[in-house]
């Protein structure tokens, strides 16, 4: 009698520990707007066009990429090959250039200086303006 007595007690409390540990688990799982994850939060930019003409046309983006160019491919903005150093942007906005048959290329800039690293490679700054403007070749 004293065996079934102990079972119960050590059941009983094996139970109330596994409910507890179910609860802790269960409410892990809940709300989670107070942890900010930098990698998917949403980020805006300006994003500019500029023809050869001198046409300009202006996007606003927002996006959860962590790359400049990631967001315009994803828009549908951008397009190009990928080489030994990245995108080779050859359309933009649905203009494509071939520097070795006409001499133009798609320039890149960001907050209007030449850009000194890649668009596959620039990370997101928040409310910056990006550029993609013709340059015919001297």
């Known amino acids: 009698m004293k065996n079934v007595m102990n079972n ?3 059941l009983s409390v094996l139970s109330l520990v596994l409910i507890v540990a179910m609860a802790l688990s269960f409410s892990a799982c809940g709300n989670d707007s107070n942890v900010k994850d930098d990698a ?3 980020k805006s930019f300006t994003f500019k066009v500029v023809d050869l003409d001198g ?7 927002k996006t959860e990429a962590k790359t400049v160019g990631e967001a315009l491919v994803n828009e549908g903005l951008i397009s190009g090959t990928t ?3 990245g995108l080779m942007v050859d359309t ?3 203009v494509k250039y071939d520097y070795n048959a006409d001499g133009v290329y798609w320039a890149f800039y960001i907050n ?3 850009a000194m690293s890649g668009v596959d490679s620039t990370d997101i700054t928040d409310g910056a303006t990006y550029s993609f ?3 015919k070749a001297e």
């Open 8 to 10: 119960k007690v050590v």
């Open 92 to 94: 933009v906005d649905g």
């Open 133 to 135: 403007a013709a340059t």
């Open 55 to 61: 046409s300009e046309k202006s996007f606003d983006i």
């Open 40 to 42: 998917k939060a949403e």
């Open 83 to 85: 080489g030994d150093y």
């Open 112 to 114: 209007g200086e030449y």
